[in-house]
C-alpha cells in the first residue's frame, strides 16, 4: 500500500499540543512538505519512507526557529536525512524582563562595543 501525505494538512501544532500536554504555552509550530509512505500488507514492519521539501518553523519562548527545506528517507531500521538546516532567532516581546539565557546567548550587554570577548590567560612561570 503507497499512502502519500501532505505533512501542511497534518493538524501539527494540535499534535504539539498534546505531546507537550501545554507545558510550553504559546509555542507554535507550523509543517510542510510531502511524504510517502510504502508499507508490504503482508509484512508492515518492511515500510519504507521518503519525504521531500520538508520543511518546519515556529516559536519557543523567545526564539523563533526555522528548519529549511530537506529530505529524508529510511526504513525501520535505518534513517538518511540530507540538506537539514535549523536556525534560531531570538526575539523580544514588549514589556518581557530581561533573560539571562536570552543575554548569555546573544551576548547583549556582555562587553562595550569593538572590544573582543576572549579571555587571556596568564601563566605562571615557576
Given at each position: 500500500m503507497r499512502l502519500e501525505?501532505?505533512?501542511?494538512?497534518?493538524?501539527?501544532?494540535?499534535l504539539f499540543d498534546a505531546v507537550t500536554a501545554g507545558r510550553l504555552?504559546?509555542?507554535?509550530?507550523?509543517?510542510?512538505?510531502?511524504?510517502v509512505l510504502d508499507v508490504p500488507l503482508r509484512d508492515a514492519a518492511r515500510f519504507r519512507y521518503a519525504g521531500e521539501r520538508l520543511a518546519a518553523s515556529g516559536r519557543l519562548r523567545r526564539f523563533e526557529w526555522s528548519i529549511e527545506p530537506f529530505r529524508a528517507s529510511g526504513t525501520a531500521e535505518e534513517a538518511s536525512v540530507a540538506g537539514l538546516r535549523l536556525t534560531t532567532r531570538g526575539i523580544e516581546r514588549p514589556g518581557a524582563a530581561p533573560s539571562p539565557i536570552l543575554d548569555h546567548l546573544t551576548g547583549v550587554g556582555r562587553r562595550a562595543p569593538g572590544r573582543s570577548c576572549s579571555r587571556r590567560r596568564s601563566r605562571a612561570s615557576g
Open positions: 501525505i501532505d505533512v501542511a494538512g497534518l493538524p501539527a501544532q494540535a504555552p504559546g509555542a507554535t509550530l507550523e509543517a510542510r512538505g510531502t511524504v
